[in-house]
């Protein structure tokens, strides 16, 4: 994507040994680059949310164990960076998805070959990565033109295509493109009139600070709404269509995504407003069955609730207390939509229904797998 008329990702290889990334904890109001040259600095980046996004997670986890194997090719060394990687973000199957896949990979060759391949295996991974978000793209680009010719209003620049989105799914949570954005950028490239009302998505603000910030320099025109606001659209009619992303897919359509998803989904249904989530398939996790049981809900630090950032009218950016001295918080990260109230899921093999058929149709490879828990839905 470009920022400002430049290309850029989220992560690359800087150098030898040297992997750059976006500082998100900075936007949107400066534009950081940051350099890591060891493990323990990814793993910091991911907790820190320096780097976030479940795709986005895993090319930069591959990352770390790239820059461990520089230090120390040995197996003891290996496993240390993927166990150090793997506590940052319980949530996000793709960070467990794409150390499996690195450590896999490393431990069928010998230690002096396994630098340079783990280097070349995160860069596979991060293009692959915006391989599977560009056709996401295009199938969700098909849809958007489906609801669109539907519409019992025409979608004119006047009166555009009104989507909805909660969280940031954009580039900034992947290596580029984005997933739930990714419809709405080739929608919007294509000349498809639409606009964007953007979750504020409290209390990290993700909606807020980066969907806004990658949606403007991109030109989509949007419309920033606290999170509460978007049932009221919904009952009054301005809204076409909801797109969300996804941390975790259950085999059965079950889906865990930025806390606030659930009852955005909840509203759409009770005013027909179709929901869509795009995820890419690493974010698939065939093991399970029942989202709301079984998928592991990050609890985050009180202080993403007690404190906002922002900048002041000199400029500087600064972080202040809005709860009262002793309050209790609750942080959970994300909640689980059942699949009963998602419409379809865009992925880069097509649109599925959400249910376990749905996805074995679009992924036969995974059609032997055992169901567990609830069973098929």
């Given at each position: 994507?470009?920022?400002?008329?430049?290309?850029?990702?989220?992560?690359?290889?800087?150098?030898?040994?040297?992997?750059?990334?976006?500082?998100?904890?900075?936007?949107?109001?400066?534009?950081?680059?940051?350099?890591?040259?060891?493990?323990?600095?990814?793993?910091?980046?991911?907790?820190?949310?320096?780097?976030?996004?479940?795709?986005?997670?895993?090319?930069?986890?591959?990352?770390?164990?790239?820059?461990?194997?520089?230090?120390a090719?040995s197996?003891?060394?290996l496993?240390?960076?993927?166990?150090?990687?793997?506590?940052?973000?319980?949530?996000?199957?793709?960070?467990?998805?794409?150390?499996?896949?690195?450590?896999?990979?490393?431990?069928?060759?010998?230690?002096?070959?396994?630098?340079?391949?783990?280097?070349?295996?995160?860069?596979?991974?991060?293009?692959e990565?915006?391989?599977?978000?560009?056709?996401?793209?295009?199938?969700?680009?098909?849809?958007?033109?489906?609801?669109?010719?539907?519409?019992?209003?025409?979608?004119?620049?006047?009166?555009?295509?009104?989507?909805?989105?909660?969280?940031?799914?954009g580039?900034?949570?992947?290596?580029?493109?984005?997933?739930?954005?990714?419809?709405?950028?080739?929608?919007?490239?294509?000349?498809?009139?639409?606009?964007?009302?953007?979750?504020?998505?409290?209390?990290?603000?993700?909606?807020?600070?980066?969907?806004?910030?990658e949606?403007?320099?991109h030109?989509?025109?949007?419309?920033?709404?606290?999170?509460?606001?978007?049932?009221?659209?919904?009952?009054?009619?301005?809204?076409?269509?909801?797109?969300?992303g996804?941390?975790?897919?259950?085999?059965?359509?079950?889906?865990?995504?930025?806390?606030?998803?659930?009852?955005?989904?909840?509203?759409?249904?009770?005013?027909?407003?179709?929901?869509?989530?795009?995820?890419?398939?690493?974010?698939?996790?065939?093991?399970?069955?029942?989202?709301?049981?079984?998928?592991?809900?990050?609890e985050?630090?009180?202080?993403?609730v007690?404190?906002?950032?922002?900048?002041?009218?000199?400029?500087?950016?600064?972080?202040?207390?809005?709860t009262?001295?002793?309050?209790?918080?609750?942080?959970?990260?994300?909640?689980?939509?059942?699949?009963?109230?998602v419409?379809?899921?865009?992925?880069?093999?097509?649109?599925?229904?959400?249910?376990?058929?749905?996805?074995?149709?679009?992924?036969?490879?995974?059609?032997?797998?055992?169901?567990?828990g609830?069973?098929?839905?």
């Amino acid at each position: 994507m470009r920022v400002d008329g430049k290309a850029m990702r989220t992560i690359w290889a800087a150098r030898d040994g040297v992997v750059g990334i976006l500082d998100q904890a900075r936007l949107p109001h400066e534009l950081v680059i940051v350099e890591l040259t060891t493990a323990a600095e990814v793993a910091h980046a991911i907790r820190s949310m320096q780097v976030r996004g479940a795709p986005l997670i895993g090319a930069a986890a591959a990352y770390g164990v790239a820059l461990a194997m520089r230090i120390a090719p040995s197996d003891a060394a290996l496993d240390d960076s993927v166990a150090l990687l793997g506590a940052t973000r319980p949530t996000a199957v793709n960070l467990r998805w794409a150390l499996g896949r690195v450590r896999a990979a490393l431990l069928g060759r010998e230690p002096s070959e396994r630098a340079r391949f783990a280097w070349r295996l995160a860069a596979e991974i991060a293009d692959e990565d915006v391989a599977i978000n560009t056709a996401i793209g295009v199938h969700g680009l098909a849809l958007i033109r489906q609801i669109a010719a539907a519409r019992t209003t025409p979608v004119t620049r006047e009166h555009p295509l009104q989507v909805l989105t909660h969280c940031n799914a954009g580039w900034l949570a992947t290596v580029d493109v984005g997933t739930a954005t990714a419809p709405l950028y080739a929608a919007f490239d294509a000349g498809v009139p639409l606009h964007v009302w953007v979750d504020e998505t409290r209390p990290r603000n993700q909606g807020a600070s980066l969907t806004a910030w990658e949606l403007g320099r991109h030109g989509v025109p949007h419309t920033v709404i606290a999170d509460n606001t978007g049932g009221h659209l919904m009952q009054h009619g301005r809204v076409d269509l909801c797109i969300v992303g996804s941390d975790r897919t259950t085999a059965t359509g079950d889906v865990a995504n930025k806390i606030g998803t659930y009852l955005k989904a909840l509203a759409a249904r009770d005013n027909g407003v179709p929901f869509y989530v795009a995820l890419p398939s690493p974010t698939i996790d065939w093991s399970l069955s029942d989202g709301v049981a079984e998928i592991p809900i990050e609890e985050r630090a009180a202080s993403e609730v007690t404190h906002v950032s922002g900048r002041l009218e000199d400029g500087r950016v600064a972080t202040v207390q809005v709860t009262p001295d002793g309050s209790g918080v609750a942080n959970p990260g994300f909640d689980v939509t059942p699949a009963r109230l998602v419409t379809g899921l865009i992925t880069e093999r097509g649109i599925a229904a959400a249910s376990r058929a749905g996805l074995v149709a679009l992924f036969p490879e995974h059609a032997a797998e055992r169901e567990r828990g609830h069973g098929a839905r």
